[in-house]
């Protein structure tokens, strides 16, 4: 395509100018641990790794227009396999971590192999009857999976036990997958994808695949929730079946959409947003799920497009 | 199975059926999945265990439920849901927000213990049925279940109501267009159906006791029996319900490993190849 | 004058003696005592929880928040009977809240998760609730204690002595499954089949089950002397019901796990529960007066009849503070808290008896045979009919010997094959 005006040019992808905001949200993120306590530290390590599953889920919510009530069980299987990797089988954690995101990746394909031909609300309750299933093996599965009790281990490479230390690992991995997934919504495949969030059946006719496209992007995403699950279990040590249970998805969801479907990067505003809320709400209550409620209600009604959205909204129309 | 199971199987579809046709009135015509379905059966129930202690009436607990669970599916539509309207991820998701308050709310008012709804004297101890001794309380629950199938039967089949609600499942703009006052009917189905939940949750407080996880459990066997029976279909919801309380006391005797699974496989796969359910119509 | 009045008096004659002693002036300045407490304030066992915080406060209002001098600061975190929250607020208590030591817990799960976190972190936790074996048996950690707990087939070993003086010969086991349900019919199994009774059937099914017919139908056909019931909770409200409307109650005796009888459950239960008989350390309506006292100034408090949860509480932070006055104070010297509470004998115990701990860190009791009747104002309470003395975890077998045999599990209950 030849261009009338000219492209500003790219690094890796992105402009001069978010180059320049990239460093200085990283460079930011990375000094945090000097000046917050280590509880703080261990709190912003759960908001990069909940951001990364929130990421997750809006590349099928945002990019390919289905919303998956599936992905907490995608994100806790990693975590079962990484520590049973660990505990169990010996692995050294390199492995354990490879080993949770190809489980995660191989039950996201099962996953999409059944839900890729439907959209909206079957695929909400698709994906929920899915994660349950995951979550009634986790839960029986007692031999293999310490069922109820779930299973404990020391997961995290002797290097990285202090919180700092751990911080940094994550916020460098968190880095890498963020930039990741980001290239790959921007790609070719990431714009077909919008278009089958626009129109199925546009895409149908222009020839697209709509199904093929479906399955891979949400083997991606699965890919990338495997990523937080074995962060998640390496950050507690410890896994058990409401790691995979319906809660953990609804709670993706919901910090996907406090930060804003389809903007991506939303996620860690949500994932930060909504940590952030319950450490506040619950020093002084033990009614944090209905400020949950309520905040969930809150956000349909007033904000739908979360946190971010609502800024570019306000931004675009300042820009008029 | 043996006669004691099946009566057991069915007893418990009985209960699915009340509270799930509620929910698939609600599914059909409004196009609303109400995730709040099963903290109203919860909530229904504590209210209709609070009215039915107090008055030592059954009949008036059952009145009670039904009536405060209307009045909070009237707040929950008119209040809320309306401000999302045609958006089913928001409505969807707002009505799970609503389910988290309710149930915390019903925390904070009745605390975490168990409670039993007290059941009426006259259905108290068992009877000999086909050769086994039968709790006579599951049995008036059975014979409920068939009761409000009938009387919805006759409300779709053979009133005006009826018969705009299947109409406007099937297509709810061309019934507005025809000058009906679409909105009325969708209100008045979202009462009903909230209503229902109310009744199943007093009716299911008697036997199987009301508790705080009470809400997410008979809420995901109604999705279960909404899904494989199909959206917006009374017969659908019966052999929903049917199939989904026979096979959930069979999979507790013979397979109590794969409990979920029995459940949840066979709706992932119609889910997968066929959405519409057993029943279903598209829309 | 009871030990009790003892130690108070002592301890306020030692304050108001020794002001102007060094040790006390450097105690004043420490600051307060910090205790976590986690219990689980939402979610399934929610009505658990609000009692073991209940338990704990009713001793501080007792000793009026004042510990070997020392205020006490007790903060309240809910685990929300869900492990992952269990191990955020354990981390809140330890990194944020710089408290000395934790104590609560109420599910199994939660509290395998928080020990092994404060197995990184060596803050000293106590279980009193807590009954998966292995924390004090095979896994054992050594900053866990189990003050005023037990472990779960500690009381059912001796329950199944008393099953077969009783002449039964044939009992079938229904309990959830799990761990903690594993162990307590593998104590009853093992004792009451090496007796040379038979254990015809065992059902498990899973937590929350809330139809129980499946298996009532079943349980009626066996030919059996007894049916003991391992249940909790919900489950334990619902079993009772359905056993009782199903026509099985007065037709077979039913035996229940503690937590079955507790009044936690039986509260809201009518005639029911009437006659359920259970082993446990604690029967509330005991006529020894220590007891009688501290069920007294319990229901007079919080309007209920105490149940397990505030008992195990109560009787686990006075372990705690009774350690804690050996120590004047010094809550900072872990491994010397973690010892002195380990060689402590509580003397203060509601259940009027003084009880230490045997060398695996777990408290010997004597196990109370108790049966459900019905007080005078209506309401249902346990009464012991008779008692075991002096049970350990191990009951009459040596520690080392039963240690070699495998864990209770699904698969695994003792039986012995005749």
Redesign the interface.
């Known amino acids: 395509m030849t261009q009338a005006t000219s492209q500003p040019s790219k690094i890796a992808g992105m402009t001069g100018r978010a180059v320049i905001v990239a460093l200085a949200v990283l460079t930011a993120a990375a000094a945090l641990p000097l000046v917050l306590?280590?509880?703080?530290v261990?709190l912003a390590t759960e908001m990069l790794i909940f951001g990364v599953l929130a990421m997750s889920i809006d590349i099928l919510a945002g990019f390919a227009g289905r919303t998956s009530l599936g992905h907490g069980a995608i994100f806790g299987v990693s975590g079962y396999v990484v520590v049973y990797a660990s505990a169990q089988a010996g692995l050294p954690p390199a492995m354990a971590f490879a080993l949770g995101v190809i489980a995660a990746s191989l039950v996201a394909v099962i996953f999409a192999l059944l839900a890729v031909r439907t959209s909206g609300v079957y695929f909400l309750l698709l994906t929920l009857a899915l994660g349950m299933i995951v979550w009634g093996i986790c839960?029986?599965w007692?031999q293999v999976t310490g069922?109820?009790?779930?299973m404990?281990g020391d997961v995290r490479p002797a290097l990285l036990v202090t919180h700092r230390a751990f911080y940094w690992a994550v916020l460098a991995g968190v880095t890498a997958v963020s930039y990741a997934m980001w290239r790959f919504v921007r790609s070719p495949f990431g714009l077909t994808l919008l278009g089958i969030r626009d129109s199925e059946s546009r895409m149908r006719s222009l020839g697209y695949n709509v199904s093929l496209h479906l399955f891979i992007g949400f083997t991606v995403s699965g890919f990338f929730a495997g990523i937080a699950g074995a962060l998640y279990a390496m950050f507690?040590?410890?896994v058990?079946p409401?790691?995979v249970a319906l809660a953990q998805s609804v709670e993706g969801v919901l910090m996907m959409i406090a930060g804003g479907v389809g903007t991506l990067f939303g996620g860690f505003v949500g994932a930060a947003a909504i940590i952030a809320l319950e450490?506040a709400v619950?020093a002084y209550t033990?009614r944090?799920?209905m400020v949950l409620g309520i905040t969930f209600i809150l956000i349909m009604i007033f904000a739908p497009e979360g946190i971010i959205g609502t800024l570019r909204a306000i931004l675009t129309r300042k820009q008029r | 199975m043996?006669t004691?199971?099946l009566?057991?199987g069915l007893?418990?579809a009985a209960l699915l059926f009340v509270v799930a046709s509620g929910f698939t009135l609600i599914f059909g015509l409004l196009r609303i999945v109400n995730l709040a379905h099963g903290a109203l059966y919860l909530f229904g129930g504590y209210i209709g265990f609070a009215v039915a202690t107090k008055t030592g009436s059954f009949v008036l607990g059952g009145l009670g439920a039904m009536a405060a669970m209307a009045a909070i599916g009237f707040v929950l539509d008119q209040g809320l849901l309306r401000f999302v309207r045609g958006h089913d991820l928001r409505q969807v998701l707002l009505t799970l927000g609503f389910a988290f308050v309710l149930n915390?709310l019903a925390?904070v008012i009745w605390?975490?213990?168990?409670?039993?709804v007290p059941i009426p004297q006259v259905l108290?101890?068992?009877l000999r049925v086909f050769g086994?001794?039968?709790?006579t309380?599951?049995l008036f629950v059975l014979a409920t279940g068939i009761v409000v199938f009938a009387t919805l039967w006759v409300l779709l089949n053979h009133t005006r109501l009826g018969a705009l609600i299947r109409a406007g499942v099937d297509d709810a703009e061309m019934v507005e267009a025809s000058g009906v006052n679409i909105g009325r009917v969708f209100l008045v189905t979202f009462l009903l159906g909230s209503a229902l939940a109310g009744l199943g949750g007093l009716m299911g407080g008697a036997?199987?006791?009301l508790?705080?996880?009470?809400d997410a459990?008979i809420l995901v066997f109604s999705l279960a029996v909404v899904i494989i029976g199909g959206r917006g279909s009374l017969i659908g919801v019966g052999v929903g319900s049917l199939l989904v309380g026979l096979l959930n006391?069979l999979g507790?005797?013979m397979f109590?490993e794969l409990?979920y699974f029995v459940i949840f496989g066979p709706m992932a796969v119609l889910l997968a190849f066929r959405p519409l359910g057993l029943f279903g119509r598209a829309a | 004058m009871n030990r009790r009045l003892f130690l108070k008096t002592s301890t306020a004659a030692l304050a108001a003696g020794t002001a102007g002693a060094p040790w006390r002036g450097a105690l004043a300045q420490a600051g307060p005592i910090k205790i976590g407490l986690l219990a689980p304030?939402?979610?399934?066992?929610?009505?658990?929880?609000?009692e073991m915080v209940e338990g704990v406060q009713f001793y501080l209002d007792q000793v009026k928040s004042e510990i070997a001098g020392r205020k006490v600061e007790l903060v309240i975190?809910?685990d929300a009977s869900?492990?992952?929250?269990a191990?955020q607020?354990a981390?809140?208590l330890v990194?944020?809240g710089n408290c000395h030591m934790l104590i609560g817990d109420l599910l199994?799960?939660t509290g395998?998760?928080v020990a092994?976190?404060v197995k990184?972190t060596g803050t000293p936790y106590f279980i009193p609730i807590i009954a998966?074996d292995d924390l004090t048996q095979r896994q054992r950690i050594k900053n866990v204690i189990r003050v005023a707990g037990y472990s779960a087939s500690a009381f059912t070993h001796p329950f199944g002595d008393w099953a077969l003086k009783q002449g039964y010969k044939k009992i079938a086991t229904i309990s959830q499954?799990?761990?903690f349900g594993h162990e307590q019919c593998g104590g009853l199994s093992q004792v009451f089949t090496e007796g040379g009774g038979e254990i015809v059937q065992q059902f498990?099914?899973?937590?929350?089950?809330?139809?129980f017919?499946?298996?009532l139908?079943?349980l009626a056909d066996l030919k059996v002397d007894a049916i003991f019931a391992m249940e909790t909770?919900?489950d334990a409200?619902?079993f009772i019901?359905?056993y009782a409307?199903?026509?099985l109650k007065g037709k077979i005796p039913l035996l229940g796990a503690m937590n079955a009888t507790d009044q936690?459950?039986i509260?809201?239960?009518g005639e029911e529960c009437d006659g359920i008989i259970a082993a446990a350390h604690f029967a509330e309506g005991s006529d020894n007066p220590v007891t009688q006292k501290f069920t007294k100034e319990y229901e007079a408090k919080y309007g209920k009849i105490p149940s397990l949860y505030g008992f195990s509480m109560y009787s686990g932070i006075m372990w705690v503070a009774e350690a804690l006055e050996k120590l004047g104070g010094k809550v900072e010297d872990r491994e010397l808290l973690i010892d002195t509470v380990l060689k402590t004998e509580l003397v203060g115990s509601p259940l009027g008896k003084t009880v230490k701990l045997d060398s695996y860190g777990n408290p010997i009791y004597d196990v109370q045979i108790r049966k459900v009747v019905k007080r005078a104002d209506g309401k249902y309470w346990n009464v012991p009919v008779t008692s075991y003395p002096n049970v350990s975890q191990f009951w009459k077998y040596d520690p080392e010997t039963y240690m070699k045999q495998p864990p209770y599990s699904?698969t695994f209950q003792g039986i012995k094959k005749t």
Do not use: M
Not at chain 1, 147 to 150: A, S
Not at chain 2, 111 to 116: K, V
């Open positions: 306590t280590n509880y703080q261990g839960l029986r007692t069922g109820e009790n779930g404990r507690n040590n410890f058990s409401s790691t450490n619950s033990e944090w799920q | 043996n004691f199971q009566f057991n007893t418990f915390d925390l605390g975490g213990d168990s409670f039993t108290r101890g068992g086994v001794f039968y709790p309380y599951r036997f199987l006791s508790y705080p996880s009470a459990e006391t507790q005797v109590p409990a | 304030l939402t979610g399934v066992v929610a009505s658990g929880g609000k975190e809910d869900n492990p992952d929250t191990l607020k981390r809140r990194e944020q199994a799960n395998l998760a092994n976190y990184g998966a499954d799990y761990t498990w099914h899973p937590l929350n089950t809330a139809d017919s499946p298996y139908g079943q909770g919900a409200t619902r019901q359905q409307s199903f026509g936690s459950v509260r809201t239960l699904r």
